[in-house]
């Protein structure tokens, strides 16, 4: 048994898994996919997977902020927690990334 890909206008519109049997007599064209990490929605051009993200909206930009903010709000009460100025960095990031002309492609990046 193995994965396949079946594939649709150069994506990956579906993952069977299948003896090669069943994948040779299918009416579809399949693509046996050997990296687990393929997934469905990947383009398959040339014999090549790529993965390309889709744009994302100001709205949802502007969601993931929010959460983000949400998220580290104890870290920004807590006066000792490690890394703390690092975090007050990012959220202030997070609060400016609105008016940079980077919105919303380019997220600010967590602190490590």
């Known amino acids: 048994m193995a994965r396949y890909g079946i594939i ?3 994506k990956v519109k579906n993952i069977i898994i299948a003896d090669a049997d069943f994948a040779e007599s299918y009416e579809h064209d399949l693509i046996l996919l050997e990296d687990d990490s393929i997934k469905i929605g990947y ?3 040339d014999g090549e997977f790529s993965y390309n993200e889709p744009p994302i909206t100001e709205e949802q930009a502007r969601e993931w902020r929010d959460d983000e903010l949400r998220f580290t709000d104890l870290i920004a009460q807590t006066p ?3 890394g703390r100025d690092a975090w007050l960095t990012y959220r202030q990031e997070l609060r400016d990334w609105p008016s940079t002309a980077d919105f919303p492609e380019t997220k600010p990046t967590k602190p490590e």
């Open 80 to 82: 000792d927690y490690p």
């Open 43 to 45: 383009d398959y051009v």
């Open 8 to 10: 649709e206008n150069n």
